[in-house]
């Protein structure tokens, strides 16, 4: 059974909600799944202005990452790129990328943007980049998968990752399943 984290920062709930969909689908494939939020960067009146939500999961520390077989990092999109607080925490990671210490683990992404293509696909790639420095091995949304390609309409289908709860789901399952092949 794989130990899988489920990473993510959530402004306004929406990735929270992915990250929770992710851990259901993950869970679905017998995975013990952890869902933990990177910490907060912005002021509690920072956040009160804004309308933040900070999420309910408890807070990760960059040294418990060796501690997965898998890693699935959920940001929301921020001018085409990871929000500032999951790039803090990534840059916390040098000790650990210099063991080498995430070396063949799986990887993989999610995004949500307030807009329709609001770069998504640009700030999975980043992840998708971050990842591969960190030797993981990198784990899509295969085509087709359902729920995310309709012909009567467009659903947010991404092979980088997912873009919606449904894509979530079933990558949490497929993130699963390859972190077990892997094990074997």
């Not at 939500?53 to 040294?63: E, I, L, R, T």
């Amino acid at each position: 059974m794989p130990r899988i984290l489920v990473l993510y920062h959530s402004t306004y709930g929406n990735l929270e909600r992915m990250a929770e969909a992710m851990a259901e689908g993950a869970r679905a494939e017998g995975a013990e799944v952890a869902v933990k939020r990177v910490p907060e960067l912005l002021s509690a009146e920072q956040m009160q202005a804004m309308g933040v939500k900070p999420g309910s999961a408890p807070v990760a520390d960059p040294s418990e990452l060796p501690e997965y077989d898998a890693i699935v990092v959920g940001t929301p999109t921020r001018y085409g790129r990871m929000a500032t607080q999951m790039a803090h925490f990534w840059d916390q990671t040098g000790a650990i990328w210099s063991r080498g210490a995430l070396v063949g683990k799986v990887g993989g992404a999610f995004t949500s943007a307030a807009t329709k293509h609001g770069g998504l696909e640009v700030t999975l790639l980043a992840l998708h980049t971050l990842l591969l420095h960190h030797g993981m091995v990198v784990v899509g949304l295969p085509y087709p998968q359902p729920g995310e390609v309709r012909p009567e309409e467009i659903a947010g289908m991404s092979p980088c990752g997912a873009t919606t709860v449904a894509g979530a789901r079933y990558q949490g399952g497929h993130v699963a399943r390859i972190a077990a092949r892997l094990a074997r």
